[in-house]
């Protein structure tokens, strides 16, 4: 007992210690996203399908493509139909609600997925650099030239789809000249696309958005597999990690599909099994460099929590719904979504908030609702759409900002209250009514959001998920550890040391603070300059 005793008396003045000076260095470092500029937005669209071949007289049964032998003249939706891909103004209107909404945003993330859906034929290159190019010239024409449009590729964004070569230059430098990117991209980040699809791009806070090509470890990759490390992209992304914790700046990554499950079904992962593990663990290792993670592919609305071996949160991810209405009824859980955009609230330490916009089809497509902005003046002849706010994520799930620590309080809080997980769901597919989620669903959800990892996705699927299933993890403003463990086991001792471990955080922090002092004029000096070196970039 005595023994337990000392051990207890060291271990949590050293964790005092260590959680107080890591605290004050902190405290004492710019917040460059406040300190440097402030606050900013930036816009995700994601999954937009544009098929070029969608008629309103179409049959839906047939991707709303027009045959010969179709006579009816019915509209089955001007803006779209929910069993199939979108047609042109679905892709302009959504375009055009963005600058509607916010036409000034620090920048925005496109995360792949451009073609349709069709075998009759499969899109090849030509529809592929066709369809990247219209896009591009739309969202260069609507927003101003000033303001970095960030494109990702995703897997239906080559010919045949999902292949993505390892070593290729041609294969990227042709997104560049044939697809109209090199319109957008700056040099630096145009030589880094050639190497496989990825780049780096700074932005306005001061942050950098890390391009990820995660294609190349794509499931259905045929060009993939077995590679120790496909176009050196792992190798890439450890030295901007590097570089960013050594520059003391923060990263968001932007890619198409994320590792992991689909949560509506969570049996086969997006990627293979060769890379998933690797690049969660990669991310993992530099998970405080992390801003946040930004994805598509899904079609669907949901986040994922990216947690060590050890059950320390280390970063999160967003996933956006697509812009296409698409029902892919070949996919187990697949639904249908109202065609959806994002706006995104941020500074250079986390996502603030978000604002999820949509375009209801059933209200679209009515014909009572076309007429009723007919006579208000809204429109004339097929109407305007109205792009609605669907719900602000701070305030749909009471949440002070999305960090991690907000996060896992909401991932808790789903597990416990079955009333909010329903919520959760009918915002999981854009407003569009799957009812109600059962155990199994639940559960295929719960495992998908907290488990990325292959086996333990297998784990948590094979074990009934209880209220205590959450991560035993500790996430404060002092940082993330894991310490909930032996504060529980000493915490009979925590009264008698309570006033010497306040006495010595005091001295410790006195200590620090005499310590930065000395170099505040250097770290002031260190971060104008890259303050400058970042607005001469963009």
């Known amino acids: 007992m005595q023994n337990l005793r000392k051990i207890c008396i060291i271990s949590l003045l050293i964790v005092s210690v260590t959680e107080v000076s890591a605290w004050f260095i902190k405290k004492d470092k710019p917040d460059r996203g406040d ?16 098929d070029q071949q969608y008629d309103e007289h179409g049959d839906p049964k047939k991707m709303c493509h027009k045959k010969y032998d179709d006579l009816t003249d019915s509209s089955i939706g001007y803006y779209g139909n929910y069993l199939c891909d979108s047609p042109w103004p679905l892709v302009k209107s959504a375009i055009q609600a963005m600058a509607d909404i916010e036409s000034s945003p620090d920048f925005i993330l496109w995360t792949g997925d451009n073609v349709p859906h069709t075998d009759d034929p499969e899109p090849d290159f030509s529809t592929i650099f066709q369809t990247l190019s219209n896009i591009t010239a739309e969202l260069r024409t609507t927003f101003h030239h000033s303001i970095p449009i960030i494109p990702v590729l995703g897997n239906h964004d080559a010919y045949p789809k999902d292949d993505y070569p390892a070593n290729l230059n041609s294969f990227y430098e042709a997104y560049l000249t044939k697809g109209g990117w090199g319109a957008v991209l700056p040099s630096a980040a145009q030589d880094e696309f050639k190497q496989g699809g990825y780049f780096a791009y700074p932005v306005r806070s ?59 079904s969570a049996k086969v992962p997006f990627f293979n099994r060769t890379y998933n593990d690797a690049y969660v663990d990669l991310l993992n290792e530099f998970g405080e460099v992390i801003q946040a993670q930004i994805y598509g592919h899904e079609h669907t609305d949901s986040f994922r929590i990216f947690a060590s071996a050890k059950d320390e949160v280390r970063s999160v991810a967003f996933l956006a719904p697509s812009v296409t209405p698409w029902f892919p009824s070949m996919v187990p859980g697949g639904t249908a979504i109202n065609p959806s955009i994002r706006l995104y609230s941020y500074n250079v330490s986390t996502i603030i908030d978000y604002k999820q916009y949509h375009l209801n089809l059933t209200k679209t497509n009515s014909k009572d609702e076309t007429q009723k902005r007919i006579e208000d003046g809204l429109s004339t002849d097929k109407g305007s759409p109205v792009w609605e706010e669907f719900y602000q994520a701070r305030t749909k799930y009471n949440l002070e900002s999305l960090d991690p620590d907000s996060i896992v309080q909401l991932y808790s809080r789903l597990i416990k209250d079955d009333k909010l997980f329903q919520e959760y769901y009918f915002l999981n597919s854009a407003g569009y009514d799957n009812g109600i989620c059962d155990d199994q669903c639940k559960k295929g959800q719960i495992c998908a959001i907290a488990h990325i990892k292959i086996d333990e996705l297998d784990r948590c699927m094979d074990n009934v998920i209880k209220e205590d299933a959450v991560h035993k993890v500790k996430v404060t403003s002092l940082g993330v550890h894991n310490i909930g463990g032996f504060l529980e086991i000493c915490g009979e001792y925590q009264p008698q040391f309570f006033f010497l471990i306040i006495a010595i955080s005091i001295s410790m922090a006195v200590f620090v603070s005499a310590i930065l002092i000395i170099f505040k004029v250097k770290q002031i000096n260190r971060y104008t300059k890259l303050k400058l070196s970042y607005s001469g970039m963009i």
């Open 206 to 264: 001061g942050a950098m958005v890390l391009v990820v090509n995660t294609n190349l470890y794509y499931a259905y990759n045929t060009l993939g597999r077995n590679l120790k490390d496909p176009c050196g992209q792992m190798a890439w992304l450890r030295k901007k990690f590097q570089e960013a914790q050594d520059g003391e700046y923060k990263v968001i990554i932007a890619a198409h599909a994320p590792p992991g499950y689909f949560e509506r």
């Open 35 to 50: 300190k440097i500029l402030g606050p900013g937005q930036f816009w995700q669209i994601t999954d937009i399908h544009w």
